[in-house]
């Protein structure tokens, strides 16, 4: 085994209620998980990274977490944890799982502890919980009004995100020593790293000054906050971390979820800080050729191998609703797997799932009753089979599936399928190096990332299609035109003509 695997893993992201069903009970659970992992093995992708599964009233599907070492009966028992893992290893797949330090759930014992000691209590110190007649500051929550809700004796108590996700306070030695442990728990089980939530989060200024314009906050941005979010102790928090990390043989890994902008994210990684960072660059740059070429340039300043390339998750719209094509999804997926370092996928992606319109009395997430704003459209289960109810379960689905779901299906072999699985065939035949130098070009509506000299990827971002650089084209995401060209919305990865691939 190469000891850096992460460097320049593939990595994809499976949403654990949402992928298989083993129990009849409409929500995935572990149990379907492992019984599904060859579907990941045979797409070719390194590694799974699981969000949370952990017990939690689910109030944030799992984000609000009540006890950090064990398993949401709803998904099974450390057993099944156990046996995903080893399942997972048989298969060579590594195991990357979610950890929430910035905030628990409401129900976590210890925000529960705090509530009935009282205002002044050592119990509630583990929490930010301040006096006032009104909230102490002017903080906003990311899923909308106030980041303040108020007990029953008059204190008030922060929470970056939902009511029912109290923020920790890091000031507080106990938290520190409380995640140490958590973090062991997981590396002794065998968990081959964590992707840590909110890794930008967790400090907060001194004395929780008013920010000076609250109404800058967009929704679902804590970076906005930024004093709350960003702040220079945190690295101290991942150094402390990564010693832990590296005390295990072999080291485990830290991937950071860190949406600042790309120049801000890269410095969260290197020796001593986060192994990598899950980047929200390519997630929030629109379809624009010099948007990407200069979201890559500035990824690309960052350590080799602790940048990814990602453009989906569980909380962003799906992208081929997003770039408004399904084409487009499929460009980029090339586009991630052909640059140099670690790239993401969510599950789903590789099927070309668009953006579910949920009927709004069927939408679950928090941030919906919140704000308006719902994350439940890129949320909807997997279709496996080509018919209702798509072998995801045998019960109605925790989201509804849409009509005509099952031309997505794994089963149906959607084009973005095949063009997932050959990509990453070929990524792992190409003589790539995470440590490639990529040069960054955006001409008029082409966007061209050259890689180490001899390879481009090429996307036409324009409504015309364009001539291909000399040289031979390896894989398109669409088929060329009878000229050779690239069309609209299609992308090309190539060995440039004269140039050799230094091995
Ligand atoms: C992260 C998660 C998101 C969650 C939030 C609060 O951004 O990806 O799903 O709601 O943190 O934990």
Not at 6 to 25: E, G, N
Not at 143 to 160: C, E, K, N, S
Not at 446 to 451: G, Y
Request: aromatic share 10%; glycine share 8%.
């Amino acid at each position: 085994m190469r000891e850096a695997w992460w460097r320049d893993a593939v990595v994809y992201q499976i949403y654990p209620r949402s992928f298989a069903d083993s129990d009849a009970d409409g929500v995935g659970d572990l149990p379907g998980i492992t019984a599904r992992l060859d579907h990941v093995a045979r797409l070719g992708a390194d590694a799974v990274w699981l969000t949370p599964f952990q017990p939690s009233p689910q109030a944030d599907h799992g984000y609000d977490v009540s006890d950090y070492t064990g398993v949401d009966p709803l998904f099974g028992d450390l057993d099944a944890f156990d046996a995903l893992l080893a399942r997972a290893h048989e298969l060579g797949l590594r195991v990357l799982i979610d950890v929430v330090p910035n905030h628990c759930s409401s129900a976590h014992p210890l925000f529960r502890a705090a509530l009935a000691a009282g205002p002044g209590s050592p119990e509630r110190a583990r929490f930010h919980f301040a006096d006032g007649d009104s909230p102490p500051n002017n903080w906003p929550s990311v899923f909308g009004g106030p980041a303040w809700t108020r007990v029953p004796d008059g204190q008030w108590y922060l929470h970056l995100y939902d009511s029912s996700q109290p923020d920790w306070n890091w000031d507080d030695p106990r938290t520190a020593e409380l995640f140490d442990d958590v973090l062991r728990f997981w590396f002794d089980r065998g968990v081959d790293g964590l992707r840590i939530d909110v890794a930008y989060g967790m400090v907060k200024a001194p004395g929780l000054p008013d920010l000076p314009d609250p109404d800058a906050m967009e929704p679902m941005r804590l970076r906005a906050n930024t004093l709350a979010s960003d702040r220079p102790e945190v690295h101290d928090i991942h150094r402390r971390w990564r010693s832990i990390a590296d005390s295990y043989d072999p080291p485990r890994v830290l991937v950071g979820e860190v949406n600042l902008p790309p120049e801000r994210a890269v410095g969260y990684t290197g020796p001593g800080l986060l192994h990598q960072v899950f980047a929200f660059g390519m997630v929030t740059a629109p379809w624009d050729a010099r948007a990407w070429a200069a979201t890559g340039t500035a990824l690309a300043t960052g350590t080799p191998g602790g940048v990814t390339w990602v453009v989906e998750n569980h909380d962003v719209v799906r992208t081929p609703s997003r770039y408004g094509s399904p084409a487009r999804a499929r460009a980029a997926i090339l586009a991630i797997l052909g640059l140099p370092g670690a790239a993401y996928l969510y599950q789903g992606q590789e099927l070309g799932l668009p953006e579910v319109d949920v009927p709004p009395d069927a939408r679950q997430d928090p941030a919906w009753a919140r704000s308006g704003f719902s994350r439940d459209g890129c949320r909807v289960p997997m279709p496996w089979t080509t018919d209702p109810p798509y072998g995801f379960s045998l019960a109605p689905p925790w989201l509804p599936f849409p009509p005509g779901w099952g031309q997505y299906a794994v089963e149906s072999d959607p084009p973005s399928l095949a063009l997932t699985r050959r990509a990453l065939e070929l990524r792992s035949s190409l003589p790539f190096s995470p440590d490639d130098e990529v040069v960054f070009s955006a001409d008029d509506d082409v966007f061209t990332a050259v890689r180490a000299g001899w390879f481009a990827l090429v996307i036409a971002m324009g409504d015309r299609a364009v001539p291909v650089p000399a040289g031979q084209v390896l894989l398109s995401s669409d088929p060329l035109t009878s000229d050779g060209w690239l069309p609209p919305d299609t992308a090309a990865w190539l060995r440039l003509s004269g140039a050799e691939p230094k091995i």
